[in-house]
DNA sequence: CTGGCGTGTCAACACCTGTTGGCCTACGAT
DNA sequence: ATCGTAGGCCAACAGGTGTTGACACGCCAG
């Protein structure tokens, strides 16, 4: 027999991780047209040829590169006044600690496959935690979408376009802008 | 005599805008990397040389094509009260009447000389604004950044990466939730 | 009329891209 | 010990890129 059990690890499964790890890199740094499948091999130390035998093509590997859980915290049992506050320190924390989210945001502007992973990840990690605290529940994406809005604009100009205030602002005060907003776009009545 | 007035109109003056504008709607649609200049060449329909000669190079063409006067209305002589709602609306228009805001957008995130570029026009034409109407001028660009952050996450998310209700949603309701937002960030007093 | 210059085309260059197929090596089950 | 096979490298392909230089047309000044 030659069989093995399913999650039997393999000798390749250190060169399929250092190819992710690379790519996720290079995807985060360059978007995907310059992160090109040459400079990712370059990186894990092995030949272009592999990447395409272990993830199918350059749309395979962003695919596999690209999968993330944000991790949103749930805010049901939370003091109420605290939601904006607790949920903006995170995603500047998930920004600051993996590259894929940089990577899903530089590569989603220019490819399709990329901003449609972006919609498909906000909307359903962020959605259903929004309709969890809004006072409408179907109202819930178009609260999410407002929140990822400004969430997202603060990663573009901080860790993207480098605007140098948002970059030089601490922490704590970008938190302290941001939370308030974020709090209405979830729980205010609609204006 | 050979010379002319330097105003006077030469013959490929046609020619150069034809260039400038199938570039604006390239960089638009496409960012940086996939706008080639043969695709642009052949949506003015003459030769890629021509680019070549008149613009330089590829960096030249875009340094041209992303020239804008975001033309941000004075808002010293309005009421306190309606800054916000003015501004959005404002940002809003220009967006969806000038290819290229969405042009430096999408190019900005994977392009140095883009990025740079989107820093200057915000730095040269928001922060000015802002130090008219926040309380302490020191601080007008680190409100203009947050200003920014906002309008270009809004941007993101309605006209690059077409998150669903981000596009749905009316542009009255677009303004009625971020106004507040804005306004806060110009005016309040820092948290 | 005639010459020069502005305008434009064509073909080619050197390089880089994603992708493919053949070949070699060495591990691990038999 | 051996033999199939998984893991890996190399060389090449077809296509696309920015960029260049040589060549042709036609307008306008002299």
Redesign the pocket.
């Known amino acids: 027999?030659?069989t093995k059990a399913p999650g039997a690890p393999?000798?390749?499964d250190?060169?399929k991780a250092a190819i992710l790890e690379a790519a996720r890199e290079r995807f985060a740094a360059d978007g995907y047209e310059r992160?090109?499948?040459?400079?990712i091999a370059r990186d894990a130390?092995?030949?272009?040829?592999?990447?395409?035998?272990y993830y199918g093509?350059?749309?395979g590997l962003f695919a596999a590169a690209s999968v993330i859980d944000l991790r949103v915290p749930e805010l049901g049992a939370l003091p109420g006044k605290h939601i904006g506050a607790v949920l903006v320190a995170h995603f500047l924390d998930r920004w600051e600690q993996d590259d894929v989210l940089t990577g899903l945001l530089r590569v989603g502007v220019t490819n399709d496959a990329g901003a449609e992973r972006m919609r498909a990840v906000f909307a359903e990690q962020l959605g259903p935690i929004a309709a969890g605290v809004c006072p409408v529940p179907a109202e819930a994406p178009r609260r999410a979408a407002l929140v990822a809005s400004q969430i997202l604009g603060m990663a573009l100009a901080r860790y993207v376009l480098r605007v140098a205030p948002a970059v030089s602002m601490p922490r704590d005060e970008v938190i302290a802008w941001l939370a308030p907003t974020v709090q209405r776009y979830l729980t205010a009545e609609q204006p």
């Open positions: 027999m030659t393999r000798r390749s250190a060169t992160a090109t499948i040459r400079a130390n092995i030949d272009p040829s592999m990447v395409m035998r093509n350059k749309e």
